[in-house]
C-alpha cells in the first residue's frame, strides 16, 4: 500500500501539481497507529486528476466536490482537489466548494487541529494550526471560532466526541460551550450523518467519555430524550450502587467492541424507571424492563436509520440480558441459542459478563464464563447448527391432513420446542406421534 500511496504523490508531484496526505492519515501516523483510509489532497483539479490516473479503476461520484476516488486492489484511495468553503446556506448545506490554490485555505475548512495537517511525499509536515502540538498535549481544539465552526455544521460536535473518546482528549472548554449552546442545530443534521458518527464514538476504547460529554452539553438530552431518565436515576437496591446511566456506561466500556453488543449495553436499562415499583423488601423491581427495553431501544434505532438486521441483533440481546438463573440445563441453553439466535448468543453473554461486572454484590462471573464455554460447544451440535434441524416439516403436517393456515406454525413451534428438549425424538415417527397426541386433527 505505501508503494502506490508513494506512487500516487510523485506522479502528481511530477505532473507539476502539489500533493499531500492529509487529515486522519498524518494524525493516526503521529500517535503511531496505522490508518483506516489514506486521504490525498491535491492542487489538481478533478479532470486533471482522472487524466493523470486514466490506467487506474475510478469512482467520480464525489468529483462534483473535488474527490476522485481511485481503486487499488480493493482499496478505495481518495484524491481531492484543495478546497474552500463558500460559506454556508443552511447551516447544513455548503453553498457550494470552490477550489483553490492554497493548501493552507483547504486546512482551514477542516475541523480540528489535529485533522488539519498534511505531509508530503518527503515526509514534511505541513501543520499551520499547530495540530501536531495539539495532538502531543491530548488537545481537541477546533479551528476558528467554536460557535461558528458548528453553526457551520452541527455535526462537528459529535466528530469532537468521537475522537475525545477515541484518543483521550482534553476537550477545549469554548468548544464544549460552543456545543452546548448550538447542540440544537443537530436537528438540521441528517440522520445518516448522525448514525455514522455515534456508531463510530461508540466503537471507541472508552466511548463512556463521549457519553459524558454529550449529557455535559445537553446533546444527550437532544438526540436520546429517552435516556434522560437514567441520569442521576438511584435504583434504590442493593445490587445496584451506581446510577443507572453510570452503570450503562461501564457496560457499554466493559463489552467489546462490537456494535450490536455497543448499543445493547448503552441501552439495555434504558425502560427501567418507567418499569420501577416498590416490592414487599422495600427495593425497587424493575420486572419487564427487557422487553420493554427492547422496543424502545428499537424505535431510537429506527429513528436513526440503523439496518434492520443490528435492530434485530440489538432487540434479541435486550430481550434475553436478564435470562441468567443459576442452573441452566442444556435444553434450556439450546432454546435460549435459538431465541437468541446463533449469531447473537455469544455477544449476549459478553452484555451479561459487563452487566454482572458492573453490578454490586457476590457476582457470578465465573459462572458466567463456564456458561459461555458451554455455549460455544453446543453451537457446535447439529441440532444448533442447521437452520432446518426438525425431522417433521409443513408437508408432513399437511399429508397427516392439517390445514394449510397458522395452525402449521404452532404445530411445527411445539414439535421444535420438544427437540430441543429432547434431542432423541427429532425422528418423524416420534415426531408424528406428539403432533397426534397434541393437536386434534
Ligand atoms: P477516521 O479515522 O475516523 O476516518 P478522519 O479524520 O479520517 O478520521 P473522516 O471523517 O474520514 O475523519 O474525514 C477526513 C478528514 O476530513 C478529517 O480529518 C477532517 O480534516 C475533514 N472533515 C471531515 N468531516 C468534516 C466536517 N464535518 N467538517 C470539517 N472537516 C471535516
Ligand atoms: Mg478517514
Not at 452503570?247 to 436499562?269: E, G, N
Not at 422496543?295 to 440503523?306: H, Q, S, W
Not at 459462572?367 to 434441524?389: H, P, S, Y
Amino acid at each position: 500500500m505505501d508503494k502506490i500511496l508513494d506512487t500516487i504523490l510523485k506522479r502528481i508531484e511530477e505532473a507539476g501539481f502539489e500533493g499531500y496526505f492529509v487529515g486522519g492519515s498524518v494524525r493516526d501516523e503521529m500517535l503511531g497507529i496505522v490508518p483506516k483510509d489514506v486521504d490525498i489532497t491535491t492542487s489538481a483539479k478533478p479532470d486533471e486528476i482522472l487524466k493523470l490516473f486514466s490506467d487506474f479503476d475510478t469512482l467520480d461520484i464525489g468529483k462534483k466536490y473535488g474527490t476522485i476516488t481511485l481503486l487499488y486492489q480493493g482499496e478505495k484511495i481518495e484524491v481531492t482537489t484543495f478546497r474552500k468553503d463558500l460559506g454556508y446556506e443552511d447551516y447544513r448545506h455548503p453553498r457550494g466548494v470552490d477550489f483553490t490554490d492554497s493548501l493552507k485555505e483547504d486546512l482551514k475548512r477542516r475541523d480540528f487541529t489535529i485533522n488539519a495537517m498534511a505531509k508530503n511525499r518527503q515526509g514534511q509536515i505541513f501543520d499551520p494550526f499547530e495540530g501536531r502540538e495539539d495532538l502531543k498535549n491530548r488537545q481537541l481544539k477546533m479551528i476558528g471560532n467554536p460557535q461558528d465552526r458548528i453553526q457551520e455544521d452541527a455535526l462537528r460536535i459529535l466528530r469532537g466526541f468521537r475522537f475525545a473518546s477515541r484518543f483521550y482528549l482534553h476537550v477545549d472548554p469554548d468548544f464544549l460551550d460552543a456545543a452546548s449552546l448550538y447542540g440544537a442545530r443537530l436537528k438540521e443534521v441528517s440522520s445518516d450523518r448522525i448514525r455514522q458518527e455515534f456508531f463510530g464514538l461508540l466503537l471507541t476504547d472508552q466511548p463512556s467519555y463521549g457519553l459524558l460529554l454529550m449529557e455535559e452539553t445537553g446533546v444527550l438530552k437532544l438526540l436520546f430524550p429517552d435516556l434522560m431518565a437514567t441520569v442521576g436515576y438511584d435504583q434504590k437496591n442493593p445490587y445496584h450502587h451506581q446510577t443507572l446511566f453510570d452503570h450503562l456506561l461501564c457496560v457499554l466500556d466493559h463489552t467489546p467492541a462490537k456494535l450490536s453488543v455497543r448499543l445493547a449495553a448503552l441501552f439495555h436499562d434504558i425502560a427501567k424507571p418507567q418499569k420501577a415499583f416498590y416490592g414487599k423488601d422495600g427495593h425497587l423491581h424493575f420486572y419487564d424492563h427487557d422487553k420493554e427495553g427492547a422496543l424502545v431501544t428499537d424505535g431510537i434505532l429506527k429513528d436513526l436509520g440503523a439496518p434492520k438486521k443490528l435492530r434485530v441483533s440489538v432487540s434479541a440481546l435486550i430481550e434475553d440480558h436478564m435470562t441468567v438463573q443459576r442452573v441452566m440445563t442444556d435444553k434450556a441453553l439450546r432454546r435460549q441459542i435459538k431465541r437468541v439466535g446463533k449469531e447473537n448468543v455469544l455477544d449476549l453473554y459478553d452484555l451479561i459478563l459487563a452487566d454482572a461486572y458492573c453490578t454490586a454484590g457476590p457476582g457470578n462471573l465465573e459462572l458466567l464464563k463456564e456458561r459461555k464455554a458451554r455455549i460455544v460447544e453446543l453451537l457446535d451440535e447439529d441440532l444448533v447448527k442447521k437452520e432446518n434441524f426438525l425431522a417433521i416439516n409443513g408437508h408432513h403436517l399437511l399429508d397427516m391432513g392439517y390445514p394449510k393456515g397458522p395452525l402449521l406454525g404452532k404445530i411445527l413451534k411445539a414439535c421444535e420446542d420438544l427437540v430441543l428438549e429432547s434431542p432423541e425424538k427429532n425422528n418423524l415417527q416420534d415426531l408424528k406421534s406428539f403432533v397426534e397426541e397434541n393437536f386434534k386433527n
